[in-house]
Every structure is written in structure tokens, then in C-alpha cells.
């Protein structure tokens, strides 16, 4: 325990950072799409029988549970969603911290992580609260891949020696490294069977598709791929760890003998062939359960373009390639920061996407083609979340053809898996992990000659290297220009929270205008005007006692 308290640390400060920028940025009023949530659902919020629509799934669960503790205990206060999603921020470096453990990545390499984790490139999801439910998914997906990871155990070849300590040699195999992943093997059939749904039918909402795609394609992997070797002698688990690290490996269906000196899976090890399937199915139907949902559910974008995506494309080939490249970009830098800061020209914007993609072909070509992925596809499964979230962006966004709109930082906690899997592939590649031009030990035998494939290896390390430096370096800037920026947000928030005191004496253009509700709609400020009716009839939000007295002393 005492060697996880420097993660528990890091993770703890990066909450407290968190908090520390909204309550320099967020000032607690509604506006944007909190107006469509309150005259939608708060004049009833405590009605259950709102939530028996087949759309349900799309409109993400967990937030009429949060809503009614909001209302009845706070008010509807916006900071207390902002509060929830700074805690989601930390679930996900909960998980890597996990991952880092269990892999004997030392503190070190962890806290490389946390300027991508806790990085502020994500700046408009976490001060809208109404995003705090996607920070909670990807928190949740990210402990879902490393019990996966550690469930599973190595796909293709051996783990690493873990490194034993201590008490760590008197039977307590679940805090040493791998032991994370034995602990998900005594229990992990359960937990990743249960987990799943929760993700899918409670918080992922439209993030599912690119969760569950993903999970399906690891499953199926594991399925096809992973093929039991017992060919080498080993000293039982029980000996060695004690009779509940053996009970552990049975919990996915394995035995004593498929486990090696160190407690790790052997070679090829999988659970039972039946235990894949059904774990799958965990994953498969809630994610067909949300499909069927969402065939009910009424798209409502406004400001998008009423055109087939084939017109659309054949008036300029070139834009699906300007918005996935211009999205890319944004894994360096946020948006503000190349247009606002650097003034960066479109094709800047697609050069440094086209450096980002590139790097992403690199640390997969070293997962799939060398030794990491036979250690562990963690990595390998967070950039395949990070691709396919800039697909689903594209797939749901293009519609408003803009090839700057996959740049919002609202997308940038969806691109953000894609970051940490790059930097997690240049970790495993530290010395001890993988030898660096050496030929790939899949394909190495007795007696045969080691076949020779140094090639562009070295030229994509490096280059995956080259690549996460600039993620860092990029991260920590738009951070410190963010923190920077906090200020200017809050009296913007405040200028919104004194429009709201008045709004009876305000006219709808100036409530369009300030609440920046659906500008483009000609009855934007007649909505504004309904939302700040029904908590001012109740009390809620601005119009609590507390927020009343508040105010009063910001208008002296």
C-alpha cells in the first residue's frame, strides 16, 4: 500500500487542480445547454415516469439521478455538476494509476500522464457541467480496458518479471505489478460482465459506440487470437502466492498450471473460450439496446445543414480529410491556442494533424509488430478509443460543414485516449521492456537464425517519441494559457448571472446574446426567458436565498 500512495497523490492533486480552475473560471448560473435541460425536465425533475421514453438511452441516465440530488439538495447548482465531472477526471487517473502500478511503470511515467489527464485543453466540458457524465464514462471505460487488460493477461507472448518487495513475496500477489490483473481474474468475469452495462446504459450515452466497438474488437481478439500453451513446467500458484491467488485464476475460468513463476499468465493464456463469449455479450447487447433506442430518439442540431453527405462531399472532396486532419491537431494543442495564439493557417493545422495521425500509425506498428503488445494491449486499445472517437465526431458533425468544428475543445476528453495511448506505447518501451530493434519474439524458435527486422523500427520509436514530447509540451501550455484565461470566463459567467437577476427587464435579443442559447433560432431568448421563469418560481440556481445574497454583493 505504501508504494501506491505517490499514485493515490498525484491522482488526489490533480482533482484539487481541478476544482481550483473552475472555482476560478465557473460561475454558478445557467445558460447554454442548460437552458434546454431545465425546460425539459426541472419543472419535474422528481417524475419517474419522464424516463419511460424508448429513448432514454440517449439522453444518458445517470443525469436524472444527479439532477434530483442537484435540486433537492443544492438548489440546481451548476457547480455541483461541474464537482461531479472533476471527479470523473479523477476515475480515469484512478485507472491509469492502476495500469502503471500493475505494470511497474513507476511514479514517474504516471506522472507524464497527468498533464494529458488533468490537462485543461478540455476547458468547455469542465466548466458546462452538463458534459460531467461523459467524464465519468471515460473514467469508467479507462478502469474497464485495464481490468480487461489484467483479466486477460498476455495475448501473445509472456509478461515481465514483476519486480517482487518484501511483503509482496508473502502471498499478497494483488499489490505487486500483475497483481492488479490477478485480482481482476478472481473477480474479473463478474465485475467486467456488470461494467459494462453501467457504462453503456448509464453514462456513455453517444459515447458508446466508439466504447463498444472497441471492447467488441478486444473480445474478439482475445477469442480468435489467444490459444492456452501448458508446454512449460511451472511451481503452482498456491505454493508460491498462497490459495486465494489460485482461487483468483479460476474466477476466469484458467488453472494453477497456466500461470508462471511470477504469478502471471503464460504464454497464450485466455480465460475459457465460454467466459470471452459471454463477457462479450455484456458488452454486445447494452450496446444493441442503445442502437434500438436511438432509432427513437428526434436529432435536434441546430445550425446544421439541411444536405445528403454525398452532396455535401462532392462540392469539395477535400473536406473530410480538413476536418479529421484539423481535429488531429487539437491532441497538441487546443483550438484557442493554434488560432487564437499562433494565428496557425489551415494547412498548419492539417500538417500538424497529418504529424498526430502518423503517430498514431507509429505506436500501433510498434504494438502490433513488436514486444509491447505482448505484454500488455492496454495502449493499444486507447488508440484505437482515440481513432475512433475522431471517426464518431466526424460522423455526427460533418453536417454543420465547418472543418474547424471536430477542433471544439467539447471533443477533447473523447481525444484525449488516443494521447495517453501513445505515451503509455512509449513506456513500455523503456529499458527492461522491449529491446529496440530486436526481431520479433513471436518468431523466434530453437535452432533457427532471428530473422532480421530492424527496418523502420527505430524510425518509429523515435518518432512515437518525438510525437509525445510535443503531446506533453502541448498539453502543459494550453493548460497554463487556460489557467490564464480563467478569469476572463468568470466575469463572463457574472455578467450571464447579472443579466439573469434582471431578465424581466430585458428584452429577447439581449437574452439570445448573453445566454448563448441557439443563437441562430428566432425564439432563442423566448426560451432563455422560460428557463429563467421556472427557477425563479421555484428558487433554484441564481434565485436561491444564498445565490440572492451572493449576488448582492457582487452589483456593490
Same mark, same amino acid.
Given at each position: ?183 481482476? $481474474?478472481?473477480?474479473?468475469? &463478474?465485475?467486467?460482465? !456488470? +461494467?459494462? @452495462?453501467?457504462?453503456? *446504459? %448509464?453514462? =456513455? ?102 444536405? $445528403?453527405?454525398?452532396?455535401? &462531399?462532392?462540392?469539395? !472532396? +477535400?473536406? @473530410?480529410?480538413?476536418? *479529421? %486532419?484539423? =481535429? ?229
Amino acid at each position: 500500500m505504501k508504494r501506491f500512495l505517490p499514485y493515490i497523490a498525484l491522482v488526489a492533486a490533480g482533482v484539487v487542480f481541478c476544482l481550483l480552475y473552475v472555482n476560478r473560471a465557473v460561475c454558478d448560473v445557467v445558460y447554454t445547454d442548460y437552458i434546454r435541460i431545465v425546460n425539459t425536465y426541472l419543472p419535474d425533475v422528481f417524475d419517474l415516469s419522464g424516463m419511460a421514453v424508448p429513448d432514454i438511452l440517449t439522453r444518458v441516465p445517470a443525469n436524472y439521478i444527479a439532477r434530483m440530488v442537484n435540486v433537492g439538495v443544492f438548489g440546481y447548482s451548476t457547480l455541483f455538476d461541474v464537482a461531479l465531472g472533476a471527479v470523473g477526471v479523477g476515475m480515469g487517473a484512478w485507472a491509469l494509476a492502476l495500469y502503471c502500478r500493475r505494470r511497474g511503470l513507476g511514479v514517474g511515467w504516471f506522472a507524464l500522464l497527468m498533464p494529458v489527464v488533468f490537462g485543461l485543453g478540455k476547458w468547455e466540458m469542465m466548466n458546462n457541467g452538463t458534459g460531467w457524465a461523459h467524464f465519468w464514462a471515460m473514467g469508467l471505460i479507462y478502469l474497464y480496458f485495464e481490468m480487461m487488460d489484467g483479466a486477460v493477461g498476455s495475448l501473445l507472448g509472456p509478461g515481465p518479471e514483476p519486480a517482487m518487495h518484501g511483503a509482496d513475496m508473502q502471498g499478497r500477489g494483488r499489490h505487486m505489478p500483475g497483481g492488479a490483473g490477478l485480482h481482476a $481474474a478472481r473477480t474479473g468475469s &463478474v465485475w467486467l460482465c !456488470l +461494467l459494462a @452495462p453501467v457504462i453503456t *446504459l %448509464l453514462f =456513455a450515452g453517444p459515447y458508446c459506440v466508439a466504447i463498444s466497438v472497441v471492447a467488441l474488437v478486444g473480445w474478439g481478439w482475445v477469442y480468435l487470437c489467444g490459444k492456452p500453451h501448458r508446454d512449460r513446467g511451472c511451481v503452482p500458484t498456491h505454493e508460491r502466492f498462497g490459495p486465494h491467488i489460485a482461487d483468483g485464476n479460476r474466477a476466469m475460468g484458467s488453472k494453477v498450471s497456466d500461470y508462471d513463476l511470477a504469478g502471471s499468465p503464460k504464454s497464450g493464456f485466455v480465460p475459457s473460450k465460454g467466459r470471452v463469449v459471454c463477457t462479450a455479450l455484456c458488452v454486445a447487447v447494452p450496446f444493441a439496446l442503445y442502437i434500438w433506442s436511438n432509432a427513437y430518439a428526434v436529432e435536434d442540431h441546430a445550425g446544421a445543414a439541411d444536405v $445528403a453527405f454525398g452532396a455535401a &462531399v462532392r462540392g469539395d !472532396l +477535400l473536406f @473530410p480529410f480538413r476536418f *479529421l %486532419l484539423k =481535429a488531429l491537431s487539437t491532441v497538441l494543442l487546443g483550438s484557442e491556442q493554434l488560432i487564437g495564439e499562433f494565428g496557425m493557417s489551415g494547412t498548419g493545422m492539417c500538417t500538424l494533424g497529418l504529424a498526430v495521425f502518423l503517430g498514431y500509425v507509429a505506436c500501433l506498428w510498434i504494438n502490433v509488430r513488436q514486444k509491447p503488445m505482448q505484454e500488455t494491449w492496454f495502449p493499444t486499445m486507447l488508440l484505437l478509443m482515440g481513432l475512433a472517437s475522431h471517426g464518431l465526431v466526424f460522423a455526427s458533425r460533418w453536417i454543420f460543414l465547418s472543418d474547424t468544428y471536430g477542433m471544439s475543445s467539447r471533443y477533447a476528453l473523447q481525444y484525449q485516449a488516443g494521447a495517453l495511448g501513445m505515451v503509455l506505447t512509449v513506456a513500455s518501451l523503456r529499458p527492461g521492456r522491449a529491446k529496440w530493434g530486436a526481431a520479433n519474439p513471436r518468431e523466434e524458435k530453437p535452432g533457427e537464425a532471428k530473422p532480421n527486422r530492424r527496418g523502420l523500427w527505430p524510425v518509429a520509436g523515435i518518432y512515437a517519441i518525438t510525437i509525445c514530447v510535443f503531446i506533453l509540451a502541448g498539453s502543459l501550455y494550453t493548460t497554463a494559457s487556460e489557467w490564464r484565461k480563467a478569469p476572463y470566463r468568470k466575469a463572463y459567467g457574472e455578467h450571464i448571472r447579472e443579466v439573469a437577476m434582471v431578465f424581466d427587464t430585458v428584452d429577447d435579443e439581449t437574452l439570445r446574446r448573453t445566454f448563448d442559447y441557439r443563437t441562430q433560432e428566432a425564439d432563442s431568448g423566448a426560451k432563455v426567458r422560460s428557463a429563467l421563469t421556472i427557477l425563479k418560481k421555484h428558487g433554484w440556481n441564481v434565485f436561491r436565498e444564498d445565490a440572492l445574497g451572493h449576488e448582492s454583493l457582487i452589483i456593490r
